[in-house]
Nanobody, 132 residues
């Protein structure tokens, strides 16, 4: 049974930093694409960053590029999202999700990297609040 669990959310002031973690397990396949999504109240869920667990392939949404960095510790089955220079508009519930074995480069080629329907498994989310 695939499970994903987020941690590390909290409340910070604008300009601050947070590091989110996503532990994932239960796969029957070797590698998968794991992405971070976020959803603010009243807004649609949007993709933020992704990483392929079988390599170093990463991708970022334009809104966070240069401020957020996604990384992984495969020994601990954990994906990290380092968030720097946080802004009030980054306030949202953050989720990690797995593509069910589809590589990130396949999703990119299909222009479907940050489409929710491409991700079969989701965590419960962790709240990030940035105050001005």
């Amino acid at each position: 049974q695939v499970q994903l669990r987020e941690s590390g959310g909290g409340q910070v002031q604008a300009g601050g930093t947070l590091r989110l973690a996503c532990t994932h397990s239960g796969y029957t396949y070797k590698s998968t694409c794991v992405a971070w999504f976020r959803q603010a109240p009243g807004r649609e869920r949007e993709g933020v960053a992704s990483i392929y667990t079988g390599g170093d392939d990463t991708a970022y949404a334009a809104s966070v590029k240069g401020r957020f960095a996604i990384s992984q510790d495969n020994a601990k089955n954990t994906i990290f999202l380092q968030m720097n220079n946080l802004k009030p508009e980054d306030t949202a519930m953050y989720y990690c999700a797995s593509s069910g074995g589809v590589p990130c480069d396949t999703l990119r080629a299909l222009d479907r990297m940050f489409l929710q329907v491409e991700y079969d498994y989701w965590g419960q989310g962790t709240q990030v609040t940035v105050s001005s």
